[in-house]
């Protein structure tokens, strides 16, 4: 009766990723990677940390300017692998 309704949603069908999967995510594709042995933990934890900051300030933003930016599993993997290529 309504097709616009249908042609215009959009379904999200991501979900979140907890913090421990994003280190180990991170750290797998970093050990491909030249760093030292050291640093490709530490590198990990700060990858999860800047996905998760950023997830937190995309609902800050929705809140306040009601406008959504989707952060997904997808952008986590594009971001680790900027690393893997210049690492």
């Known amino acids: 009766m309504y097709p616009a309704l249908v042609n215009c949603t959009t379904v999200i069908y991501f ?10 995510v991170a750290e797998y594709f970093l ?31 929705k809140d306040e300017l009601r406008r959504e930016v ?7 993997l594009q971001f680790v692998r900027h690393y893997t290529q210049y690492g």
């Open 70 to 76: 989707f952060i997904t599993p997808t952008n986590y």
């Open 31 to 61: 050990l491909k990677s030249n760093f030292e042995v050291d640093i490709h933990r530490r590198l990990a934890n700060l990858c999860s940390f800047i996905h998760l900051s950023t997830k937190n300030l995309a609902v800050r933003m």
């Open 15 to 24: 979900s979140e990723w907890p913090a421990e999967a994003l280190i180990d």
